[in-house]
């Protein structure tokens, strides 16, 4: 592998104010999942914006990890499959465990056969009135690791044509169809359903690609402003809280998406940890694949045991509960599943190939 350039951080970096940020960011999700009663508001109202964090982190911390070799044209199989490596278990896992319960519910078995098929290969369902609008019934959430993959792919393609002006175009591109998707929708809340389906490309477009260009130009910074790595969570907190009903709501997502997630990240990159602090980023982070991934098969199997309607009349308590349940379970899966298993999966990789993967960046995964 070739040795990091100026650009680029050792591989045994860790940044685990960004690691907190994910966690942060996947916990703002579960809540946003809860079976709320009626028309009560969600507990973040603009909590659908992680996403747009997440694909920023993704690309800023799969520029730092594989930049040296993918930007000279090598390593693109290697990468690709380092990704699927990555995603696929705890993936697998929980859509296993969510179309157990919808077969469980009595789903019609040729509809639930045939979005299983589609949703095992990683692929959205097709539209089928049985299953509702989402691209992937059985785990609500995977839409964007499907955008996720195609970025992937695309930036293995690309990559060894970014320091030219192709990277300033896709920002710009991004951008314009972000711009075009608030029009439309009043909001970023696109990607799920087939029926924004293509404005969840649209975000990965901005989003990720505005990751690797902020891994290009971190180590070029002559200043840097090293705030609090709690003050920076509190922000990102902060920018989930306002409600929809803002009179300039949609112009807000498209803000936040190209300029405040953005800075956010740089801001983490260069946050200030304390040993506590790093233990909480670390500990989140590492857990927030499987939080983002389990959380809703977790819901599905309470809403069965306990009904939803109960579970959203307990309110905040309830909420709190259904966090914890869903750490426990992403961190139980994390441990004795994903990481055996990557490990495994790498090891014989090794053994095949000759040489090591590269080391990600951060102690989680790039995806959401």
């Excluded at 659908?48 to 390593?75: C, H, I, K, M, T």
């Excluded at 807000?252 to 990240?265: E, G, K, N, R, T």
């Amino acid at each position: 592998m070739a040795r990091p350039t100026t650009m680029d951080a050792p591989p045994t970096d860790r940044l685990v104010a960004l690691d907190l940020l994910r966690g942060l960011a996947a916990l703002a999700i579960v809540t946003r999942h809860f079976p709320w009663p009626g028309d009560v508001v969600a507990f973040l109202p603009r909590d659908y914006l992680a996403v747009d964090l997440f694909f920023v982190l993704s690309g800023f911390v799969l520029a730092r990890a594989w930049w040296p070799r993918l930007s000279e044209g090598q390593g693109r199989g290697r990468f690709l499959i380092d990704r699927l490596i990555r995603l696929y278990p705890l993936y697998l896992l929980a859509t296993l465990f969510a179309a157990a319960i919808a077969l469980v519910n009595g789903a019609q078995a040729g509809t639930w056969a045939v979005t299983l098929g589609a949703n095992l290969l990683f692929l959205p369902a097709p539209p089928d009135p049985a299953t509702g609008p989402n691209l992937f019934p059985f785990v609500y959430p995977a839409w964007s690791l499907f955008w996720e993959l195609l970025a992937n792919l695309l930036l293995a393609l690309v990559a060894f044509r970014l320091r030219g002006p192709l990277l300033p175009a896709l920002l710009l591109t991004g951008a314009l169809l972000l711009a075009c998707t608030v029009q439309e929708l009043g909001s970023l809340d696109a990607g799920p359903r087939w029926s924004d389906f293509v404005g969840g490309g649209f975000r990965v477009l901005y989003g990720f690609f505005a990751g690797v260009a902020l891994a290009l130009l971190h180590r070029r910074l002559p200043v840097r402003v090293a705030l609090p790595d709690w003050l920076i969570g509190l922000a990102l907190l902060a920018a989930f809280a306002p409600g929809t009903a803002l009179a300039f709501g949609a112009a807000y997502d498209f803000l936040a998406a190209i300029l405040l997630f953005p800075l956010l990240v740089l801001l983490g990159a260069n946050a200030r940890t304390t040993p506590l602090s790093r233990r909480i980023g670390a500990g989140l982070g590492g857990v927030s694949y499987g939080i983002y991934v389990l959380h809703q098969p977790v819901i599905q199997l309470a809403a069965m045991i306990f009904s939803a309607e109960r579970i959203g009349a307990s309110g905040v308590p309830g909420m709190v509960a259904l966090v914890l349940v869903t750490l426990a379970a992403a961190w139980a899966a994390t441990r004795w599943i994903d990481t055996p298993l990557r490990t495994w999966t790498r090891r014989r990789l090794r053994v095949q190939r000759g040489s090591a993967m590269p080391i990600l960046t951060t102690s989680s995964p790039a995806a959401p």
